[in-house]
């Protein structure tokens, strides 16, 4: 058999060298060519079969060639394979090629060529083997019998001779052992589940509950997980696979459970309501309800620092909850009872003669006066105030506030003070005097012949002016509006002049403003220990009164008919029309210029004074 084979084999190589001679055509061959085909490796890839397969189950086995086999000779690759366990099917080749492999010799080798399984499968001859061949074997499941050695060994004769075959390139399957298996331990709410893997794909996993090691006659995971497993529970499991050796085995002790401790809920009061907190045992999920119905593991999550616990309404039901977390048992209840959120009332904003009046009968105010919602604190800093007046000299949307602690945040209350329209106001002279034309409906008016500024402390103004002066100078008032500048009548000019503009209190520093003008000062004032100082020229030409200044003695006189006032720089003693007063915060000198406390001074001679903080704003009031 084997000459015949091989005398075949010579015949075929002649008879392709003439083809090739005659028709000068040259195949090129591989730089690292040699003469048979010591350069070829083949591999093989089995596929994993389960050892219960069911009889009839078919599967392939994949042979790769690569490398480059001498055309000139024939060449058989060999598969041998396990005949009590697996039965033939076909061989296909893949595309691209050549030749057709156009029967499957399915046999016996008789040499056997010393492996374990006698039966085998010629894949090609006569070289029809090219670099990159791939070909695919099916066989058919015969039966479920156990192997011990591995089911598939490759063999290639390509030089092939009459003294029988070359084994040059031989792979057998090995197959590792089986990965251990994996016990995976599932924290549930109430405790743990159990279930099971392997690395090694399609592996059986078989497992013991009592502490016992595992055999293949233990009970069988079928991928089912295992619920609730009794805390304490030792399982011990392996994996098996055909062919393969049974890997490490695995054990695992289930944890014991604890149940959770009841979480502590508290209500504390803070700004704009009441802020709701619940704490529990690390890592545990709070649940809760507030409508007075159990808690579960579907009601509200609690989270510590979410907007929703500041309560803003009052709660009847309490409030109740549980903590959850997996490996654990849900805790017992923890319970809080009925709690009131009152609401603030609104603020007033009453608006008179150059101020708006801000107060609240409980709680404290926040206020914006640029038309914006204000809006409470976070924290309370013992600088709240509950009453505040605002001077206001142009058109102002003033909206404000009440907020406390435990309480739940006031509305909204809102101001428009608008201005006095003094467009149309005209004059006109008859016996019995000036009187006034367009007066808005309700208004009131004060006014002044001797050349002094009105204020509401002035003349009130009926139906006729009897004078004889230059100048008659009008101020009008409105309930709600602010107060309108000063008119001034020239009676021999026969003309009027209105206020142009209104105050502007834009930009930094501090602004002082009397009388409804805006006092400019050349150095700006400052605020020392809480207290305003101002250059004392400056507000004194405003006050109209006299200064002078000692700079030896540091003494520093303002005077006006009737009324003398005397500070010292750096000293804390103060006179008035002689009386003494110790001052918190006496005059100072800095940088050459010397600055006085301005509500000292200011009240000395009859004025009140208001601060607003907000617009950085001092009014002096007569």
Request: with cysteine; aromatic share 8%.
């Amino acid at each position: 058999m084997n000459t015949q084979k091989a005398t075949l084999r010579r015949i075929i190589s002649v008879l392709l060298c003439c083809v090739l001679l005659c028709t000068m055509i040259v195949i090129p061959m591989a730089a690292n060519a040699t003469h048979g085909s010591e350069n070829v490796v083949i591999t093989m890839v089995v596929p994993e079969v389960g050892p219960n397969a069911a009889t009839g189950t078919t599967f392939e086995v994949n042979v790769n060639i690569s490398g480059v086999i001498d055309l000139m000779l024939g060449a058989d690759i060999k598969v041998y394979y396990d005949t009590d366990r697996f039965a033939p099917v076909s061989v296909v080749k893949a595309p691209g090629i050549i030749h057709s492999l156009t029967t499957n010799v399915i046999g016996t080798d008789t040499n056997k060529e010393g492996l374990a399984y006698a039966s085998y499968v010629i894949v090609d001859s006569i070289g029809e083997i090219y670099n990159g061949g791939l070909f695919t074997l099916t066989f058919r499941v015969k039966n479920a019998a156990a192997a011990t050695t591995a089911p598939f060994t490759i063999v290639n004769d390509g030089i092939g001779g009459e003294s029988g075959y070359s084994m040059i390139a031989t792979t057998a399957v090995v197959l590792p052992s089986v990965a251990a298996p994996v016990i995976n331990l599932i924290p549930v709410l109430g405790g743990y589940n159990v279930s099971f893997s392997c690395a090694t794909s399609g592996a059986q996993i078989y497992y013991t509950t009592d502490g016992t090691p595992a055999t293949t006659a233990s009970t069988l995971y079928t991928g089912t997980t295992l619920t609730f497993v009794t805390p304490g529970t030792v399982f011990n499991a392996i994996a098996v696979f055909p062919y393969r050796e049974t890997g490490t085995a695995s054990a695992v002790t289930v944890p014991a459970v604890t149940t959770l401790t009841a979480p502590v809920i508290d209500v504390v009061d803070v700004i704009g309501g009441k802020i709701l907190s619940i704490t529990a045992e690390s890592g545990a999920t709070i649940r809760y309800t507030t409508d007075g119905s159990a808690p579960t593991t579907s009601s509200l999550v609690y989270n510590a620092g979410a907007a929703d616990n500041l309560k803003t309404v009052s709660n009847s039901n309490g409030i109740r909850a549980i903590a959850t977390r997996a490996g654990s048992i849900t805790s017992a209840e923890g319970t809080y009872g009925a709690y009131v959120v009152d609401v603030l009332p609104q603020p007033t904003i009453v608006y008179d003669n150059g101020n708006a009046y801000i107060e609240t009968s409980a709680g404290y105010i926040a206020y914006t006066i640029n038309g914006a919602t204000p809006t409470a604190p976070s924290t309370m800093t013992g600088n709240e105030i509950n009453y505040i007046e605002v001077p206001v000299n142009t058109s102002t949307t003033i909206k404000a506030i009440a907020y406390d602690m435990g309480y739940a945040t006031s509305a909204v209350v809102t101001k428009n003070i608008l201005e006095i329209d003094i467009s149309g106001i005209g004059y006109n002279k008859d016996d019995l005097g000036y009187y006034l034309s367009n007066v808005p409906a309700g208004a009131t008016v004060y006014y002044t012949t001797d050349g002094s500024n009105p204020t509401t402390r002035s003349s009130v103004y009926g139906s006729r002016i009897l004078t004889t002066a230059r100048y008659i100078k009008v101020m009008i008032t409105l309930p709600g509006y602010i107060n309108s500048g000063i008119i001034t009548i020239d009676t021999q000019s026969a003309s009027i002049g209105r206020p142009s503009a209104h105050l502007d209190l834009s930009g930094p520093g501090i602004k002082v403003v009397y009388r409804n003008k805006l006092i400019i000062f050349d150095v700006q004032p400052f605020i020392k220990n809480g207290y305003t100082l101002v250059p004392i020229r400056q507000i004194a030409e405003a006050l109209e009164c006299k200064v002078s200044y000692d700079q030896k003695t540091g003494k520093i006189l303002i005077s006006k008919t009737g009324k003398s006032v005397i500070l010292y720089v750096n000293n804390n003693q103060a006179t008035v029309n002689g009386i003494k007063y110790t001052l918190q915060m006496p005059a100072t000198v800095v940088s050459g210029r010397t600055f006085v406390p301005i509500r000292f001074v200011s009240q000395a001679f009859g004025k009140n004074v208001n601060w607003s903080p907000t617009q950085k704003l001092i009014t002096i009031l007569d």
